[in-house]
Each structure stands twice: as C-alpha cells, then as structure tokens.
C-alpha cells in the first residue's frame, strides 16, 4: 500500500496535469482519495469520469487484464488537479511477483476467446515499460508488448 501526496497547482485556479493518462502494471488498483479529488477515469464513450472522494475505485491493471484474457480491460486514468488543496490519496494494489508467468488459466482460452496476449514474466514487463520505447506507448504498452494480432485483426490490416 501507497500514501501519496499531492500539492496544489502552481498557479492557482489552473488545473494541473498531475499524473499523465496511464494503465496500471497491476493485477488490481483500489484508490481512495481524501478531501482533494482529482483522479480521472477514461469511460467507453470517451469521457473522462471523476469519482467522488468518499468512494473507493477499483481499477483493472494490466495484469487482471491478461489474466482473464481480454474480459476485463485495463482502466484508463490520470491525475487532475484541479482545486487549490493538498491531496492525498492511498493506492492499495495487488502486483505479480517478478518471476510469475502472466497468462490467463487453460478454461478461459478457447476457440471463442483464442488467447489475446502472450505469456511474459511480470519483471519483463516491468523492464519494457521503463525502457525508452515502452514508456512512450503508455497507455497501449501493454498491446505491443504481448499482444497477438488475431487473423480478423491481420486481415483487417491487409485490407488497409
Ligand atoms: O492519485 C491517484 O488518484 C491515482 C494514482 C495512480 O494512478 C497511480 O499511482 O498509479
Ligand atoms: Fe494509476
């Protein structure tokens, strides 16, 4: 578990990007904020929601995603500070062991969901994440580094 610490924006009045649009390198995210909101997540329809701060958030990270193969998508946030207050917040999650192989269990890949994304170890991904190329790609990491392009998905592509 993680406290952190926000400060206000430098310029009063002016909302400051404080986290930049990311996925988390989790299994499971559970954030909760106190007096000072500011956590933003991506919805479907492309906007951006703000849970209130007398709310837990679940966030799916990376990982749960894989491990589930696709059911569940990785939540789409950032940071916002937008009031002139200090936030804190504490982020509870839940995170592989180094040498653990991310892959979903043999009954959730089968001819109707074929498996989306390739076996890796957690620090593997740690690594690509951190690299020069990884953190440009983040929030779609995760699909460059295992992703499987599908046979809909190449045609699609050669249809281009
Ligand atoms: O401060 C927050 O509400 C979110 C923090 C966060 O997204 C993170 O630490 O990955
Ligand atoms: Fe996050």
């Known amino acids: ?12 009045g002016q909302p400051a990007n404080a986290m930049a649009v990311h996925t988390d390198m989790t299994f499971t995210s559970i954030l909760c904020q106190h007096e000072e909101e500011g ?57 592989p062991k180094n040498e653990t ?10 001819t109707e969901h074929p498996l989306l994304f390739k076996p890796f170890y957690h620090s593997d991904y740690l690594r690509f994440l951190f690299s ?12 460059v580094f295992s992703g499987i392009i599908t046979a809909a998905e190449e045609g699609k592509a050669e249809a281009n």
């Not at 578990?1 to 009063?12: E, F, L, S, V």
């Not at 995603?65 to 500070?81: A, D, F, K, Q």
């Not at 192989?101 to 089968?110: A, F």
């Not at 020069?132 to 699909?143: D, F, S, T, V, Y």
């Open 1 to 12: 578990m993680r406290i952190a610490h926000y400060g206000p924006p430098k310029t009063p």
């Open 39 to 95: 956590l933003e997540i991506l919805s479907k329809d492309g906007s951006w929601i703000t849970p209130s701060r007398n709310s837990l958030t679940f966030l799916v990270g990376d990982e749960l995603s894989v491990l589930c193969n696709g059911r569940l998508e990785p939540t789409i946030h950032r940071v916002t500070m937008r009031g002139n207050g200090h936030r804190y917040v504490t982020n509870y999650s839940s995170v």
């Open 132 to 143: 020069q190329e990884g953190i440009k790609l983040i929030p779609n990491a995760l699909k």
């Open 101 to 110: 192989v991310v892959q979903p269990p043999e009954e959730l890949v089968d």
